[in-house]
């Protein structure tokens, strides 16, 4: 079982970025996925998650408007496509199953946001 976070990437603020989660070692379609990310010196925080086919979405209220998670069950891999980026999103990102987190973590992809 792996999950591999990429996509990570320093940027400016008002910039784009997009994250990919690529899973591998079980039947990703049987799961819904969320993205969570820890910011420096504090603990996790849920960013969304995604039904298991993607019909439903759900987002913490500070990434409304802003982040659009999705999922491709052919590829096994679940995205966080985020806009509008702002300094305080600035962390490391990881992906696992939801609502339990029922994998090891990855190794995350790091995001920051800065002028």
């Known amino acids: 079982v792996q999950l591999v976070e990429s996509g990570g990437g320093l940027v400016q603020p008002g910039g784009s970025l997009r994250l990919s989660c690529a899973a591998s070692?079980?039947?990703?379609?049987?799961?819904?996925m969320s993205w969570v990310r820890q910011a420096p010196g504090k603990g996790l925080e849920w960013v969304s998650a995604?039904?298991?086919?993607?019909?439903?979405?759900y987002y913490a209220e500070s990434m409304k408007g802003r982040f659009t998670i999705s999922r491709d069950n052919a590829k096994n891999t679940v995205y966080l496509q985020m806009n509008d980026l702002k300094p305080e999103d600035t962390a490391v990102y990881y992906c696992?199953?939801?609502?339990?987190?029922?994998?090891?973590w990855g190794q995350g992809t790091q995001v920051t946001v800065s002028s």
């Open positions: 070692g079980f039947t990703f379609d049987d799961y819904s």
């Open positions: 995604i039904s298991w086919n993607g019909g439903s979405t």
């Open positions: 696992n199953t939801w609502p339990t987190e029922r994998l090891s």
